[in-house]
């Protein structure tokens, strides 16, 4: 593919199916070319026509006769490919296909499309679409769209470019953006992705010097090596990455599969992708739009996650303080020495954190700027959530509010500030060009803080899978519980000692040399779930209990699985204590292997209290997972109970999200359940395991826990 900077910066366009006609699609971007200032050149077609909207028309490409860089082409989709096979004669390579009717309207719709893909391959020419609105680049007034939204006003021009694969979304985005004064750089629609998808957009905004900031409305990958690469891109580049992600849900997925033959896909890998690369996910509309002119604006990060709290209002202040704290911000008190100060000025004052200087402060404007320096300097707080209330938009206070935020960015302009406040949109923008963020609702200014604590807090990406420790190994078509053991073995994480037994004689052999008590269950690899087959019995402590065991687990397979092809019976040792844990891979048809972590039982089962990461991890990544679980705090020892050997832990599950990539062409899915976590020191012990190998033809299915 062609670099993109040739598409979205064209000096010279040529609308195909161009028309003077206001309700035609191709009407749209003429007007708005024309009207708006675009500098290079246009080049209407349409045959029927001498003119359009006043400038000359020409009757097809080929009479130009002088150089086109873009192409939009607003013509029935069974006209687009004589238009492309022309264009790319005359040595167009940039295309924008409004055209409907491929992939998104059934399987002659597919087999078009992928003609246009092949196309642009074989040539080394972009495509936006088909079935998309096009884009527009806002500073260089290029408007290849038949988006109405421009009509209603112009965005402001700015840092954040918006792609979306939806162009209604996009349309309603471009809307929401203009209202609430966020400035763009680029907007762009994507549709059905015949030739650019959303991360080639993202992959070339990484290197915009236009753009700062890059917000994505997404619906779904069928890429995800592409997409990881252009998410390390943008993270590389210094530029935040927010995205909106629908397919959360099942009903979520099939709306989105059905609306631009997308791939929604499992959600928790898209998370998990998100969490390892850096990006923001936004739930709602309006958190989106929140966190894109958050990162716009602010100029810094916090340096940790300790927010200091300023406010007039002590009911303010205590809402700011809960929302500080569920959202795992943290809030030191003021020193003792700061306090003293505040309250030698105002001795009523609320001094601990939030700092509430109540009114006092309208009849004493230096006093903001005192007690914010205060703060800043004793309590080193990694930013500062200022509530100011309606004094902002008193006219005869606004100036010391003004002059407030200029001295505080001024003095610390690495610490970000936010102001709650209400206030007119021209003063909002004035106080947005010190790189003050303003919200109306003090809620929204603790949540953008954490954003952007949580933008510090990333580690770099790892990048694409390269080479392990850990070789490819070649799977038999049969794997057992024994054999499954043995390859974890070799993969670095330790498991339970265990005999496959034939007979009850070797049972009792194997009994005494594990020691009593032990476990016994069926081994076969037919069987997964051995204990809804009646093949597990626990805690046998003697050597009669074992040869009744053993007969009873035959028996009872033999009966509820009959057809199942049978081992023996395998014999290990009882693990005495530890956390029930559950470690898990499986290959994702996108984005390859993936690596879960979890607490056993009705962790598991019922809470689905799981974390997820695309593989390979490292042993830190492995301890974000264990921290982030909701029942991280058995591992660390709740209520008396002696901690777990995390360390430990983290080493098999970065050991297990190696073999997984190790093996991603041969391998299926792994289930390690349960893992015993025991005590600090004391390691951990795979007492279960399942490995599934690809089926042959690479179909494979993967039971969804997320």
């Known amino acids: 593919m062609h670099l993109l900077s040739r598409l979205f910066y064209p000096r010279s366009i040529a609308i195909v199916g161009a028309s003077s006609s206001p309700t035609k699609i191709g009407a749209v971007p003429v007007s708005l070319l024309a009207q708006h200032g675009y500098g290079g050149k246009l080049y209407p077609i349409n045959p029927a026509a001498a003119t359009v909207q006043g400038m000359p028309a020409y009757e097809s490409l080929t009479a130009v006769k002088a150089p086109v860089d873009l192409a939009i082409v607003s013509v029935p989709a069974a006209r687009v490919l004589p238009v492309l096979h022309e264009a790319l004669e005359l040595g167009t390579k940039n295309f924008v296909l409004f055209s409907s009717g491929f992939a998104e309207a059934g399987e002659a719709g597919r087999l078009q499309q992928q003609q246009l893909a092949d196309l642009a391959l074989d040539h080394g020419a972009n495509i936006l679409g088909p079935n998309c609105l096009g884009y527009m680049n806002i500073r260089e007034r290029v408007y290849a769209t038949f988006c109405t939204g421009p009509a209603g006003g112009l965005v402001l021009p700015g840092n954040v470019a918006i792609v979306s694969q939806s162009g209604a979304f996009a349309g309603y985005a471009y809307t929401l953006a203009r209202e609430r004064g966020l400035g763009l750089s680029h907007w762009i629609t994507t549709g059905n992705q015949c030739s650019i998808d959303v991360a080639d957009c993202i992959a070339w905004l990484a290197g915009d010097p236009q753009t700062r900031v890059i917000m994505v409305y997404m619906e779904g990958c069928t890429d995800g090596e592409k997409l990881k690469n252009a998410l390390a891109k943008a993270y590389a580049a210094g530029k935040p990455v927010m ?57 810094a990060l916090p340096s940790n996650r300790d927010v200091g709290l300023l406010t007039m209002s002590g009911g303010v202040g205590a809402l700011m303080a809960d929302d500080a704290q569920i959202a795992g911000l943290t809030m030191s008190p003021l020193p003792e020495a700061a306090r003293q100060s505040i309250l030698r000025r105002v001795p009523f004052a609320g001094v601990n954190n939030p700092v509430d200087i109540t009114g006092q402060a309208t009849s004493e404007m230096d006093l903001l700027s005192y007690t914010a320096r205060l703060m800043l300097d004793e309590g080193r707080y990694g930013s500062l959530v200022v509530f100011v209330g309606a004094v902002a938009a008193s006219p005869a206070l606004w100036p010391h509010i003004r002059e407030f935020v200029r001295d505080i960015r001024s003095a610390y302009p690495d610490t970000p500030l936010v102001l709650s406040c209400a206030i007119a949109p021209a003063n909002k923008r004035d106080l947005e060009s010190l790189g003050c963020l303003v919200f109306s609702d003090p809620s929204t200014a603790i949540h953008m803080v954490r954003a952007l604590c949580s933008r510090r807090d990333v580690r770099p990406p790892r990048g694409l899978p390269g080479k392990t420790a850990i070789g490819a190994v070649a799977f038999p078509q049969r794997l057992g519980e024994a054999a499954s053991f043995a390859l974890l073995e070799t993969a670095g994480i330790p498991t339970v000692c265990a005999t496959v037994c034939a007979n009850p004689g070797e049972a009792v052999a194997a009994a005494r040399r594990a020691g009593y008590p032990v476990a016994m269950k069926i081994a076969s690899a037919d069987i997964v779930h051995k204990s809804d087959v009646g093949g597990v019995r626990l805690a046998i402590a003697d050597d009669a209990s074992v040869e009744s065991a053993f007969s009873e687990i035959v028996a009872a397979v033999a009966a509820n699985a009959p057809a199942s092809t049978l081992d ?65 705090a058995l591992l660390a020892g709740a209520r008396g109970a002696a901690p777990s050997d995390i360390q430990a832990l983290c080493r098999a599950i970065a050991a297990l999200s190696e073999f997984a990539s190790a093996n991603r062409e041969g391998l299926s899915s792994i289930d390690v359940n349960p893992l015993a976590v025991l005590p600090q020191g004391s390691g951990c012990i795979a007492l279960d395991a399942v490995i599934v190998p690809r089926a042959e033809g690479g179909a494979h299915q993967v039971e969804n826990i997320s």
Request: charged share 20%; glycine share 12%; proline share 3%.
């Open 243 to 299: 995205a909106c992600k629908v397919g959360r849900t099942a009903s979520g997925a099939q709306a989105a599969a059905s609306h631009t033959a997308a791939m929604a896909g499992d959600d928790a890998v898209y998370s998990a992708l998100f969490k390892q690369y850096g990006v923001i996910r936004a739930y709602t509309v309006e958190e989106f739009f929140n966190l894109g002119y958050a990162f716009s604006v602010a100029d």
């Open 568 to 632: 023996g019976v395998l014999v290990a040792p009882m693990v005495q204590g530890g956390v029930e844990c559950i470690l898990g891979a499986h290959i994702d048809p996108v984005f390859g292997p993936v690596v879960m972590f979890g607490l056993g039982g009705v962790f598991v089962e019922v809470l689905k209290d799981v974390s997820f990461r695309l593989a390979p991890i490292d042993e830190d990544e492995a301890r974000s997972m264990v921290a982030e679980i909701r029942g991280a």
